[in-house]
């Protein structure tokens, strides 16, 4: 994709004060306070790091998600304890992320019980980045793993109609010496999101992403959201991985397949309907050296290889670039974010 330069008319501000203006805007359209707090921190926390097409860029996609009545946005999400290292959420057609909240005490509990724990969430709506939802158990000294599924827009490697979402994998570690080791990738070639946003500004993509209304191959962003489709990521091999996600995000912990949701009577929802899973490790179980001390070495041993960047550098980065310099929005989308809040 065609890099755009960052405008220099930008705005800063503070991490804190974006929470609020945020949490203004969701209690503004219907949310409870606590989803309120939860999302915001989410959303806040995806542009201070810099992950854009997670940002403050899906705030409006959540107001006219919330007006079309498609989401509760009050829902309180019952957590069931239902064996020795497995936990459920109903999410009760609210957002996954206050379900993940309300059962993460008990999941963590199970997992430094049992060594390892898994939480189903069903009847959840995913909308946000997903390395939000593991890099906190890295820095509590555990390892985790999810995954999530969402709407249908990708076809099936050797089909010729989408059938699955892009259905991103998130992974986070501990390390010695550092910030955790944390990966969040799509099973697409690229994330829905990052065509939304090429495709407001122009630009082109590269081979491979997509295909348009025709099934024909297409660097237009705007023919893929316009009845096109995304492709997987490496052919056969990521189109399988998709394939898990479906498997281990719907139909093991009950949610809807990428397939099954209908939105068609609730005009301007953008937040699929599915399910999602978490698998969280207690390393301290395993035998032999620290855990976090064998991630470090491993690092050390992939800078040493002439690896330059890991998986979450860029991340981290910008955290810390916010933190001294402010988070910087276009004057125009803090005036809406401040319009939708009711400034």
């Known amino acids: 994709m065609t890099a755009t330069p960052v405008s220099s008319n930008t705005e800063p501000l503070d991490f804190d004060s974006l929470v609020l203006l945020l949490e203004q805007v969701f209690l503004r359209h219907g949310t409870s306070a606590d989803v309120a707090r939860t999302l915001a921190l989410n959303c806040a926390g995806a542009e201070r790091d810099g992950a854009h097409s997670h940002g403050v860029f899906r705030i409006p996609g959540y107001v006219s998600t919330l007006k079309s009545g498609w989401v509760n946005g009050q829902a309180v999400p019952v957590v069931e304890d239902v064996a020795s290292g497995f936990v459920r959420v109903d999410a009760a057609n609210g957002f996954a992320q206050p379900a993940l909240a309300a059962a993460r005490p008990l999941l963590v509990e199970k997992a430094r019980s049992a060594g390892i724990a898994v939480l189903a969430i069903r009847n959840s709506h995913h909308f946000a980045a997903l390395w939000p939802d593991v890099e906190p158990f890295a820095y509590d000294g555990l390892v985790a793993l999810s995954v999530v599924n969402s709407m249908t827009c990708v076809v099936p490697h050797g089909a010729d109609r989408p059938l699955f979402g892009t259905n991103p994998i998130a992974f986070a570690a501990p390390r010695a010496d550092g910030e955790p080791i944390v990966f969040d990738l799509a099973t697409s070639a690229i994330a829905h999101g990052d065509v939304q946003i090429a495709a407001r500004k122009g630009e082109r993509l590269s081979p491979g992403m997509g295909v348009d209304s025709l099934g024909q191959p297409t660097q237009d962003p ?36 990428s397939f099954e949701f209908d939105w068609s009577n609730h005009p301007g929802a953008k937040t699929p309907w599915t399910g999602q899973l978490l ?13 976090a001390e064998r991630s470090q070495e491993l690092v050390r041993q992939m800078h040493g290889v002439g690896l330059k960047r890991l998986p979450g550098d860029r991340r981290h980065h910008q955290r810390a670039k916010s933190a001294a310099e402010g988070i910087r929005l276009e004057p125009e989308v803090l005036a809406n974010l401040r319009e939708l809040a009711g400034f």
């Open 222 to 257: 705007k023919a893929i959201l316009e009845g096109g489709a995304l492709l997987p990521f490496g052919g056969h091999k990521g189109s399988a991985l998709s394939m898990m996600v479906e498997l281990l995000a719907a139909a093991l912990t009950g949610g809807n397949f």
């Open 279 to 291: 698998i969280v490790i207690d390393p301290s179980k395993a035998a032999g050296q620290s855990f």
